[in-house]
């Protein structure tokens, strides 16, 4: 990523966070609605886990100008997904749902830019994290 890159995301992301509630409900409502086969591996309240994919996504996105510190959050990440059944087709619904997010979440603010470098940011974080949980032995 372009250090342009990452400052497009930083400040993008920091435009939401201060909805960060309504954010996380509109990315899990809306990966309930296309991807309803997955909601039996999130509890009943969804409070918690809003927070904990605010805060995964914070760390990321803060971390995009030292990824080797980050790369060891998300192995462990991808690794404590495999016990709720988290797929690797997963991880393209999810990218979808998180772009789709942001652009309901910034409006005309989500520009060409912005979109192209959260694809890039997502790329690394779901790379790193499938590389985790689904690589195979050599």
Same mark, same amino acid.
């Given at each position: 990523m372009t250090p342009e890159q990452i400052e497009l995301v930083q400040n993008s992301f920091a435009k939401i966070r201060p909805a960060a509630s309504d954010v996380a409900k509109l990315f899990y409502g809306r @990966?309930? +609605?296309?991807?309803? +086969? %997955?909601?039996?591996m999130f509890p009943e309240n969804m409070d918690d886990q809003g927070k904990k994919l605010m805060a995964v996504l914070g760390t990321a996105v803060q971390s995009l100008t030292n990824l080797p510190a980050l790369v060891p959050? @998300?192995?462990k990440l991808a690794r404590n997904h495999l016990a709720y059944g988290v797929e690797e087709a997963?991880?393209?619904v999810v990218g979808e749902v998180l772009l789709w997010t942001l652009e309901q979440g910034l409006g005309d603010d989500f520009t060409e830019e912005t979109h192209e470098a959260w %694809? +890039?940011?997502y790329a690394i974080v779901s790379q790193t994290m499938c590389n985790a949980a689904y690589a195979k032995a050599a």
């Amino acid at each position: 990523m372009t250090p342009e890159q990452i400052e497009l995301v930083q400040n993008s992301f920091a435009k939401i966070r201060p909805a960060a509630s309504d954010v996380a409900k509109l990315f899990y409502g809306r @990966l309930f +609605q296309i991807a309803p +086969q %997955v909601r039996p591996m999130f509890p009943e309240n969804m409070d918690d886990q809003g927070k904990k994919l605010m805060a995964v996504l914070g760390t990321a996105v803060q971390s995009l100008t030292n990824l080797p510190a980050l790369v060891p959050i @998300l192995e462990k990440l991808a690794r404590n997904h495999l016990a709720y059944g988290v797929e690797e087709a997963h991880y393209d619904v999810v990218g979808e749902v998180l772009l789709w997010t942001l652009e309901q979440g910034l409006g005309d603010d989500f520009t060409e830019e912005t979109h192209e470098a959260w %694809v +890039q940011t997502y790329a690394i974080v779901s790379q790193t994290m499938c590389n985790a949980a689904y690589a195979k032995a050599a």
